[in-house]
């Protein structure tokens, strides 16, 4: 089907997206935990290297600039944005082997470890920083190893890893779909991170659906994307009435 | 077949294609999973059905609804929120998302042990078995009571909000000793201040869905404080749109610009822990004004006007007292806040249709000064806020009644005579418990009044997390034997004698009793998600099988064969009171509940809520409203005539009424020009468990780097001291000094080190050790020379280069 990715794209009915309402994120970080949890992410003994780390959704603070006491602050969770630029992502177009590939039915932007090679062009190409290498083995303290999770495979030293919308989320409910003799392109499913959000910050859903909470919200005129005059199209919307907060949206990470 | 490259990814492609049309339950996104024989060394996973388990989170007193994801009913592999739990909804904090790493942590401690070394040798210890252990414990306590000295036995339990703590006091009570203690609380402070103004034991509930306009003295409502979770629910309701409801507007005080405080509608920045004294500037614009509630102040408070004392002495009342002493312009010099916002924020108080004034501290683990409790519930007696249409309420800590009395034989009676270890006799009588910690462990380690043979520590951490880290670990050393019943080698538990592990949290029932900062009477079980991994036991049944070993009123003050039995009981008793209900998510409104109103129980009798509990459902009900006071006024006393016991009658009129009453912290000015102050956060705990690594992960490098923790300076302050940005320094206060890195931020005042609470550990494993300094080895604690119990606002400090 990747073969025929572009006129699936303009048919396909379905985009998964997310909206991340700023005014509503307290930046307590249980998305990034319960991330990390649901997708078998590793850890180290020292997670203060940020270069060297892996995180799938990561938390970064935006502040106004001001001095006290008008300085304010902003937690923004950042997972992958799966980019909906015509034809490629910025990561799947530099790809040489098709490791990470555009699931045109869906928009998700899928990252397959054991084709990867390692080579972390997709790193460079990606203007949001969403992906991490893995620069060691994952070692889990031997009693943790039994809370690893079987939906998601563990990586391997010398691949790149990153946010997959929770993909085997979607899997489980499309099959669960025909099991039930339901059509599995209408599914609605829920990423780990927007589960757990205590202020239901996160909306995920169905873009292309226009009765959908995400659809809707990502036309509220408080929504904007990251780094949109780079024209990656991105499908994680984010909401704030803070002029501050928006306009740093055209700012890198 | 010869296949070239592209043809060779579309065939890969497909393949893809082609397993997500196969519903097989457990497929795999990605193909890793059938590659695994090529990385043999990574782990994989143990496939299988996967089931869920529901119950409530004992992490911290937020009592949310978990839902657990188990691997063959056995491999619990995750933990998120639980969706029909009404007041959590979904939600977790990244705490009780990481309780996992808790359960098969490998820093469990896996059987008993016994100290064979030397106090203090963590390598000392060597597996004994439960009989023999148990045996030892009861051998101790059996010879202490014969001896007469049953009163030198204490506790210090960190399980407050559960029928844990009921259980150690009634053990110590039937054993004979006034030593029963809980971690520190804010409700420890408040609850005295509400019995003396109200006559009444209860904790203040706030009824954050009916505000209109919310003004926060202080408290970190959206990074830990209260019931963390229900309150991010509150904070996201405040935020969603309602068409044509007003928002709610949240008004934030405090020195720092915290994640509140920049997430507010608008922050008053102030002078470090000056909030009380802003409260009654508010209060003194209220009175001249005549903007507060004059027909509940006429109707139902005392001590507003002058009184006279029950030596027939005249007394100033609170008008005049707040009239004279808190003037706007006196309070803007105190609190560094403008004359013109104190009369603002007073007058749009007064406006307000229901305002709500609300106050705390880190995750209120702190108690607060009681002239400052006090101040803090007069500005709501001002507004009326104490009515019963209003938006405070009192929540009862046990409605439904506590288990039956305990058997009183002579070593009981003859223990209850003692005094408590430390406290002090100004404490003043009321209806609340009376928690004096720290006067405890400093009688302990200076080895005043009495010793103490025997301590239990109980789901608690004091050597880390109690403020004055030396003091607790002093203490821990005077006590003749420290038994601990922690599931963890922690820092406390590094200097026990025995240690009896407890279940995890995961693997035990257990019970959560009341929701911190919420207005309902909140109750809910925890069950175990998984059986036990060790050799441990849950500390209910130990605590039963040491009373049934010790004989006498204490054996028949605990007449239950299991923990389980006692919970039972509790929740019998719920069930016979005949109100409040099982409530779930989607048919309850959190909203709807107002105090008076009781609400309609939905369950049929005692083992139909049992198992409704059991499968993880809460049960809730609406306090009765505020109609009447039981105080010697029969109103709410601004001026509190409990007081007259606590203080000398000669003593001046403000002594009986909320004032302003910072404690002069110690150290020269000259030495320490700086102020320190210490922060919380949901990506750090501070309690009784350490952070996990996935809450590791969550942490920005200028807060950890490596081994070094940031403090948050303001840049003209790293000017004046030649500071960069990064810059390495030393903070030294008048408790201890350690190497600190400074993050310049605009954050914080000038003049002002703000250092973050939760780091530091010396115990645990590598993933948890050498991470920067524990703030709670360098704050100083100022005991309330009314109530003892251990304040805490700012120390003296200095920074100066590395
Ligand atoms: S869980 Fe929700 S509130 Fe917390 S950081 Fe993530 S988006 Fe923000
Ligand atoms: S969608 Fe799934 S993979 Fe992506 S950030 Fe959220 S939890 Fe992580
Ligand atoms: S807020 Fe407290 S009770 Fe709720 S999930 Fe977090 S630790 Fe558990």
Redesign the pocket.
């Known amino acids: 089907m990747s073969g025929s990715a572009h006129s699936e794209h303009a048919e396909s009915k379905v985009r998964y997206g997310?909206v991340i309402d700023l005014d509503k994120c307290t930046g307590c970080g249980a998305?990034s935990v319960?991330?990390q949890q649901?997708?078998n992410v590793s850890f180290r003994p020292d997670e203060s290297d940020k270069l060297r780390t892996l995180s799938?959704?990561t938390l970064y603070r935006l502040e106004n600039g001001a001095g006290y006491p008008d300085y304010r602050a902003a937690m923004l969770p950042r997972?992958?944005m799966h980019c909906d630029s015509p034809h490629h992502s910025p990561c799947t177009f530099v790809c040489p082997v098709n490791a990470t590939i555009r699931d045109e039915h869906t928009g998700i932007v899928d990252h397959v470890a054991v084709r990867c090679i390692g080579c972390r062009y997709c790193m460079v190409a990606c203007p949001y920083h969403a992906r991490s290498f893995n620069w060691w083995d994952p070692k889990w303290p031997k009693s943790m190893e039994a809370m690893l999770t079987p939906e998601v495979s563990p990586r391997m030293r010398g691949v790149v890893e990153k946010?997959?919308?929770?993909h085997h989320?979607l899997n489980l409910a499309r099959d669960r779909a025909r099991l039930n003799g339901e059509d599995p392109d209408s599914v609605v499913y829920t990423?780990?991170?927007?589960e757990v959000c205590p202020t239901g910050a996160i909306t995920?859903g169905n873009l292309k659906d226009p009765n959908s909470d995400v659809a809707k919200l990502a036309k509220d005129p408080r929504a904007f994307r990251l780094l949109e005059k780079l024209h990656t199209e991105p499908k994680v919307y984010y909401l704030s009435s803070a002029q501050w907060i928006r306009r740093q949206s055209d700012n890198g990470l | 077949m010869s296949l070239g490259r592209r043809a060779f990814l579309q065939f890969v492609g497909g393949a893809i294609g082609g397993t997500l049309l196969t519903p097989i339950p457990w497929k795999l996104a990605d193909d890793s999973a059938i590659w695994t024989q090529n990385w043999s060394w990574r782990p994989s996973p143990e496939r299988g059905e996967i089931t869920r388990v529901r119950s409530v989170c004992q992490l911290c007193p937020g009592g949310c609804g978990i839902t657990a994801r188990l691997v063959n009913g056995r491999r619990a592999v995750a933990v998120t929120g639980n969706e029909a739990h009404a007041l959590s909804g979904g939600g977790v904090c990244p705490m009780g998302a990481s309780s996992l790493q808790y359960l098969y942590a490998p820093y469990r401690i896996q059987q008993p042990l016994k100290q064979m070394g030397s106090r203090g040798d963590s390598k000392g210890f060597k597996p004994v078995s439960w009989a023999e252990a148990l045996k030892e414990v009861t051998a101790k306590l059996t010879k202490l009571r014969s001896e007469g000295k049953s009163h030198t036995v204490a506790c210090l339990t960190g399980q407050k909000r559960s029928t844990m703590a009921r259980l150690w006091k009634r053990f110590l009570t039937a054993y004979g000793s006034p030593n029963f203690y809980t971690m520190p609380d804010a409700a420890d402070s408040m609850r005295l201040a509400v019995a003396l103004t109200t006559g009444r034991d209860a904790e203040v509930g706030f009824l954050w869905d009916k505000a209109t306009y919310v003004l926060n003295f202080g408290a970190p409502l959206l990074e830990g404080w209260g019931s963390p979770v229900y309150l991010q629910k509150v904070f996201g309701r405040w935020q969603t749109e309602k068409p044509g409801v007003p928002r709610t507007v949240l008004v934030h005080v405090e020195s720092r610009a915290s994640l509140t405080a920049s997430k507010a509608h608008r922050w008053i920045a102030c002078n470090p822990g000056t909030e009380a004294a802003l409260a009654l500037g508010i209060a003194h614009v209220l009175v001249r004004d005549k903007l507060y509630d004059a027909a509940f102040v006429a109707e139902k408070v005392f001590g507003f006007e002058d009184w006279t004392d029950a030596t027939g002495a005249q007394r100033k009342g609170f008008r005049n007292v707040v009239l004279a002493k808190y003037g706007v312009e006196e309070t803007a010099k105190i609190t560094g806040v403008a004359p013109q916002t104190i009369q603002d924020l007073a007058r749009e108080l007064a406006k307000q249709k229901h305002a709500l004034v609300v106050w705390g501290q880190d995750k209120g683990d702190k108690p607060n000064s009681l002239y400052h409790d006090l101040a803090f519930l007069a500005l709501n007696a001002l507004l009326g806020t104490l009515t019963p249409s209003g938006t405070v309420v009192l929540v009862p800590p046990d409605p439904w009644g506590d288990l039956p009395e305990p058997v009183l034989d002579t070593e009981a009676y003859r223990g209850a005579g003692q005094t408590a270890l430390g406290r002090p006799s100004t404490v003043p009588r009321t209806k609340a418990p009376v928690n004096t910690v720290l006067p405890f462990l400093e009688a302990l380690a200076s080895g005043s009044e009495y010793p103490v043979e025997l301590l239990f520590i109980h789901e608690a951490n004091p050597a880390y997390s109690l403020p004055e880290t030396a003091l607790v670990t002093q203490a821990l050393q005077k006590a003749a034997m420290v038994v601990s019943f922690s599931s963890f080698m922690d820092e406390t538990t590094q200097w026990a004698d025995i240690i009896l592990p407890n279940h995890t949290a995961l693997e035990r029932l257990d019970d959560v009793i009341g929701l911190p900062g919420a207005p309902y009477v909140y109750y809910a079980l925890a069950s175990p998600i998984v059986k036990p991994l060790y050799d441990t036991k849950g500390t209910g049944d130990v605590l039963l099988n040491l009373a049934a070993a010790v004989g006498g009123g204490v054996a028949e003050s605990h007449p239950w064969k299991t923990y389980e039995e006692v919970l039972k009981a509790t929740v019998a008793s719920i069930a016979k009171a005949g109100t409040g209900l099982v409530a779930t998510a989607g048919s309850f409104d959190p909203a709807s509940v107002l105090p008076g109103r009781p609400l309609q129980p939905n369950f049929k009798d005692a083992a139909d809520l049992w198992n409704k509990l059991k499968a993880g459902a809460c049960w809730v009900d609406a306090p009765a409203a505020v109609e009447s006071f039981a105080t010697p006024s029969e109103r709410y006393e601004l001026a509190c005539q409990g007081l007259m016991v606590s203080i000398s009658p000669t003593a001046a009129d403000d002594l009986f009424m909320p004032r302003f009453h910072p404690l002069k912290p110690s150290g020269e000015e000259s030495e320490f020009p700086l102020l320190l102050v210490a922060y919380a956060s949901l990506m750090l705990s501070e309690g009784y468990v350490p952070n996990t690594p996935f809450m590791n992960k969550l942490l920005p490098d200028d807060v950890l780097r490596k081994q070094d923790v940031f403090v948050e300076i303001h840049p003209e302050t790293a000017r004046t001291l030649g500071l960069a940005d990064k810059a390495a320094a030393v903070l030294k206060t008048p408790r201890g000094e350690t190497p600190v890195r400074v993050r310049l931020t605009t954050a914080v005042k000038p003049g002002v080190v703000a250092a973050p609470q939760g780091f530091g550990h010396t115990a645990y494993d590598e993933y948890v050790q050498q991470k920067g300094f524990n703030a709670n080895s360098l704050v100083e604690v100022q005991l309330d020379p009314i109530t003892g119990l251990g304040t805490l606002w700012a120390t003296r400090a200095q920074l100066r280069r590395a």
């Open positions: 997310m998305c319960a991330c649901e997708n799938w959704m997972p992958c946010c997959t919308f929770c989320r990423p780990a991170c927007a995920f």
